[in-house]
């Protein structure tokens, strides 16, 4: 007698709901998926059991932080059983705050990041928004009254701002 073992394949929405878990090391109050870098995820029964391919999408193509994310995505899903992860980077069309979902800005407010304030995709149109100064709110008070200090802060994504009324400094994450 042949003893055939059942084996069932998790479901993609599984998969991507496993990478919530997944935070960015730069930013951890928000997952890879919330960020906008996981781009598509695929399931396979191989030989060796279960096999998936994650494509990320980076924030800019020289990201330091693409092999870490890659490594926790591959540890995240084989501890859910996934026998071989296999990351494949996408570089076209590039990652835009576009991509970002409303949750992942709600919780880069929450941890004092001003998130992007303006959309860069025209979909209408298929191309770039002629570029705004943007109106960044203060993450901590929610006022307007604000400037930018520097286009460059914490990280190369963000800009450093400062709110005239509570006078608190804060990262803006640039619409790119």
């Known amino acids: 007698m042949v003893n055939k073992e059942i084996v069932v394949l998790p479901e993609t929405d599984q998969v991507w709901l496993w990478l919530t878990d997944v935070s960015d090391p730069e930013i951890p109050v928000i997952s890879v998926v919330d960020l906008g870098i996981v781009r598509n995820v695929s399931l396979r029964m191989t030989a060796a059991g279960t096999a998936c391919t994650v494509v990320i999408t980076p924030t800019y193509s020289g990201c330091p932080a693409m092999k870490v994310i890659a490594q926790t995505i591959t540890e995240t899903l084989q501890a859910h059983g996934i026998a071989h992860v296999e990351i494949e980077t996408q570089l076209s069309p590039a990652w835009t705050t576009d ?18 304030a303006q959309q860069v995709i025209d979909i209408s149109g298929i191309s770039r928004k002629h570029r705004l100064q943007a109106e960044v709110p203060c993450p901590r008070c929610h006022s307007m009254n604000t ?25 803006y994450f640039k619409a790119h």
């Open 147 to 171: 400037v930018c200090l520097s286009e460059f802060g914490s990280t190369s994504c963000k800009s450093l701002y400062q709110c005239k009324d509570c006078l608190e400094p804060f990262d």
């Open 99 to 116: 991509w970002m979902s409303e949750y992942g800005k709600s919780q880069l407010s929450g941890y004092g990041i001003a998130p992007p």
